[in-house]
């Protein structure tokens, strides 16, 4: 029988098709029993029922997606998303889910000093930090691909997500969160790989394909494009990471508009064959 223990799949790949209760049944009723959580999705039905759901397909939960956005230099903006970030802790503990997947913010609304969007950010972490180790969640730092440093991430490589945990002298209340899709490109990826050992709490795959036609909404399954995700997947278990490997796949062109158990059924087949 194949071996789908590892296999986990984020909830983004089907989120126009599935609903949080269909997803649960949808990738339990294919054999797959981790996956990642988007938060919108979750308010739809709420995280008590949620979680009644999640228990009765023994469906582990991954990470949720997504806290952060904390670069407003606006006091109200930026205590917004600091409760939202404190209500994503809230709701990781109850889904007894590996980490919350923080997200930096872009550029606040009419500035151009990414310098201080850095370290407004860096201020926040330091606020919720304390609260996540109460809470025993791990906020998962994920560097994205500097294409949206301005309007989703100032925090755009693993050297620098690894400089930020130093910075905090942040235990494991803080991790980083590996994206083939926002690190292949990197020359210092193998090494800042390495220097995160220890750190790594999730690991995410798709593509990166050729001739892609946006910048945030048209990722490639594994296979389709040019990443070597196998290499990537190999160094970041070089470092003792033997977590899951979260497919998550944000496609307005292709996948979000397939048939969704065809979507799962080319995951799972990609999945064993050799590309990752
Ligand atoms: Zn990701």
Same mark, same amino acid.
């Given at each position: ?7 986990? !799949? ?13 997803? !649960? ?37 991954? *990470? ?19 409760? =939202?970030?404190?209500?994503? @802790? ?8 590996? *980490? ?10 009419? =500035? ?8 407004? *950010? ?30 989703? =991430? ?10 930020? !945990? ?26 800042? @790989? ?11 795959? *798709? ?19 040019? !990443? ?49």
């Amino acid at each position: 029988m194949s071996d789908f223990s590892r296999l986990a !799949i984020n909830q983004f790949t089907t989120l126009h098709q599935w609903s949080l209760p269909q997803a !649960i049944e949808g990738y339990a009723r294919h054999g797959v029993h981790a996956m990642g959580v988007v938060r919108d999705k979750l308010h739809e039905v709420g995280v008590s029922e949620a979680n009644r759901l999640l228990k009765a397909h023994d469906m582990k939960v991954t *990470c949720l997606c997504v806290g952060g956005l904390l670069t407003d230099s606006d006091p109200d903006l930026f205590r917004a998303n600091l409760d =939202s970030t404190r209500r994503a @802790i809230d709701e990781a503990a109850e889904l007894d889910a590996d *980490c919350v997947v923080f997200v930096a913010g872009g550029l606040p609304e009419g =500035s151009r000093d990414l310098a201080v969007a850095r370290a407004r *950010c860096l201020e926040g972490l330091a606020e919720v930090l304390p609260y996540a180790k109460r809470a025993g969640v791990t906020l998962g730092l994920e560097p994205l691909h500097p294409m949206i440093c301005a309007f989703r =991430s100032c925090l755009s490589t693993l050297g620098q997500a690894n400089d930020w !945990i130093e910075a905090l002298g942040a235990g494991p209340e803080l991790g980083i969160v590996v994206d083939v899709y926002h690190v292949w490109w990197d020359p210092d990826m193998e090494r800042e @790989i390495e220097r995160a050992a220890g750190r790594i709490v999730s690991f995410h795959v *798709c593509d990166w394909l050729m001739e892609t036609t946006d910048l945030r909404l048209d990722r490639g399954m594994m296979g389709d494009g040019v !990443i070597d995700i196998r290499r990537i997947r190999r160094l970041v278990e070089a470092t003792g990471y033997d977590g899951f490997r979260e497919v998550e796949i944000f496609s307005e062109r292709n996948w979000w508009r397939r048939d969704p158990d065809e979507v799962v059924e080319i995951t799972k087949a990609r999945y064993l064959s050799d590309v990752i």
